[in-house]
């Protein structure tokens, strides 16, 4: 029985001293690791910001404002480009001839016809030819005598001066001439082409 119990004793020993050993070796490791930790928060180099991909690293502001694309004509708004293209579009669809004008037998008026043709004559003096001068022509068709168809012509091309001279043309730039019968558009004896002579005609200079 004592045998039993020393032996008993034997192996509780052999445990204890078992368990000690594994205590000491564990307490080693921690030590080894807790040395490992702080040598490596020593290093003073950062870590790399991509080892770790579970690190949100926040995107720095800009400095200065980002610039979009250049605002261009085309994407402003109606109320504001208008005003920039509206002049140079009338100019565009402007025509490069100036158009004569006709009168009835024996008179000089301005018809209503003509004032279309007279305000686009304006224009086109005074935004394609603002330095040139022009000469209005006037003309009568055979009927009368020479004499009175000189007159009657200077009247005619005098009305359409003044009616350009309004709608803005200076007067210093607009001569004018009678040439009577003379110098006939149309040269058959027709009503048709008697219409077509009585006429105020525009030669630039």
């Not at 009338?90 to 006709?102: A, G, I």
């Amino acid at each position: 029985m004592r045998k039993l119990f020393q032996g008993n004793y034997a192996v509780l020993g052999f445990l204890v001293a078992l368990l000690s050993g594994c205590s000491s070796w564990h307490h080693v490791a921690i030590v080894s690791h807790g040395a490992d930790l702080r040598s490596e928060s020593s290093d003073s180099s950062p870590p790399s910001l991509g080892a770790d991909p579970s690190v949100s690293v926040p995107k720095p502001e800009p400095s200065l404002p980002i610039v979009s694309q250049p605002i261009i004509s085309e994407n402003l708004p109606p109320e504001m480009s208008s005003g920039i293209t509206a002049e140079s579009a009338d100019d565009s669809l402007l025509p490069w001839k100036l158009e004569d004008v006709y009168f009835d037998y024996d008179q000089y008026s301005i018809e209503k016809e003509a004032v279309p043709i007279l305000r686009q004559n304006a224009q086109v003096l005074l935004k394609r030819y603002p330095s040139r001068e022009v000469l209005i022509e006037g003309h009568c068709d055979e009927r009368g005598t020479e004499e009175y168809n000189l007159v009657l012509g200077e009247r005619r091309a005098m009305a359409v001066k003044n009616y350009l001279v309004d709608l803005g043309v200076a007067a210093s730039s607009i001569r004018v001439l009678s040439l009577g019968k003379h110098e006939p558009f149309c040269l058959q004896a027709t009503l048709r082409c008697f219409q077509q002579n009585r006429r105020a005609h525009f030669v630039l200079k």
